[in-house]
């Protein structure tokens, strides 16, 4: 135990420097680091504002622990996300948390009060809204990638250059879930919450009124996933969402979380460097034959998450 806490209180000294190197604001003085992960803090003010979060969720258990846990994933998914960069702008934060207020019925001065009084803060809610709509992107981005071709940013400047400088354009999509939750120790209910989606599905008309339609029907999830290039789609989804106007949904897929649809919400033509990537890499395996079956989002999360663990140096008080 000794030793682990003179380890700790090496890795916390090399976290500080690194955070007071780039002149980040420090947590409150009565903040404790509690874990390090490849250098960066996690306080425990940090673990309080995600145990409140959990609790506003009303998950069961010790949150403290599903608080520690979940905040050492995020730290690992950050420095992915940054080495990638995949990290979501402020103004796709911003606007997802306008969303969200908005088909809550409140005010953003109305979801900061609860935010606060809840412990949980704006702040915190908004870097989580952060991490999941970045997250999802990695993961569309691996899942379809993973056992294909891969273009590097070097590859793909030489093809557009041969192109005449032209990049390719994609298909930019902004999608929403809805989940009618089936427990894995009740699948014999499927069939009934299938035809619920359904009947749901027939009555979207788009993603600002979802959470309206849903009210009054029970286990049922929606989240706004975010934007994804045409590219980046499960493949599960890719022909579904392609396939979907503005303003509809998909028809549903029975999956380990129970019956699911997407809604599209919005969709718009883009071109950059990223899409031109991810195209030349599509293009490139699609011509390779590399044709291997893609795993699913959560098998691919799982295995991902092992990956950055097996290599990070993660030290717990």
């Known amino acids: 135990m000794m ?42 003010y940090d673990i309080s504002k995600r145990a409140a979060f959990l609790k506003l969720q009303h998950k069961k258990g010790n949150l403290t622990q599903q ?26 934060v911003n ?60 590859d793909a400047v030489q093809r557009m250059l041969k192109d005449g400088g032209k990049k390719p354009v994609s298909t930019e999509y902004q999608l929403q879930q809805v989940i009618f939750v089936v427990p894995a120790n009740n ?16 009555r979207f008309s788009g993603c600002q009124t979802t959470r309206d339609i849903a009210k009054g029907t029970l286990d049922v999830t929606v ?22 106007p503005v303003g509809h949904a998909t028809t549903t897929l029975d ?3 129970g019956v699911e649809f997407l809604g599209v919400c919005a969709t718009r033509q883009v071109s950059d460097d990223r899409v031109a990537r991810l195209v030349f890499s599509q293009e490139a395996t699609a011509a390779a034959g590399d044709g291997k079956p893609d795993a699913s989002a959560e098998a691919v999360d799982k295995k991902y ?8 140096k993660i030290v717990t008080e």
């Open 187 to 202: 699948r014999g209910i499927l069939a009934k919450r299938r035809g619920e989606a359904n009947a749901m599905r027939g």
């Open 95 to 154: 606007d997802a948390y306008t969303r969200f207020a908005t088909n809550n019925k409140m005010t953003l001065n109305q979801l900061n009060g609860v935010l606060d009084k809840s412990g949980v803060t704006p702040q915190h809610f908004k870097e989580y809204i952060r991490m999941q709509m970045s997250w999802g992107r990695a993961l569309a981005t691996r899942n379809r990638t993973q056992g294909g071709t891969r273009v590097s940013e070097q």
């Open 3 to 44: 030793v682990r806490k003179h380890i700790l209180a090496a890795a916390m000294i090399t976290a500080l420097s690194s955070v007071l190197a780039v002149g980040v604001t420090l947590p409150a003085a009565a903040s404790e680091i509690k874990i390090v992960v490849n250098g960066a803090a996690i306080t425990d």
């Open 305 to 312: 998450l092992e990956e950055l663990r097996s290599k990070a």
């Open 255 to 257: 999956t380990d979380k």
């Open 223 to 244: 989240r706004d996933l975010g934007k994804f290039v045409e590219q980046e789609l499960p493949p599960e989804w890719s022909k579904l969402v392609i396939s979907t």
């Open 67 to 92: 608080a520690r846990d979940e905040l050492t994933n995020d730290a690992l998914k950050r420095q992915e996300l940054k080495r990638l960069n995949l990290l979501v702008s402020d103004n796709e």
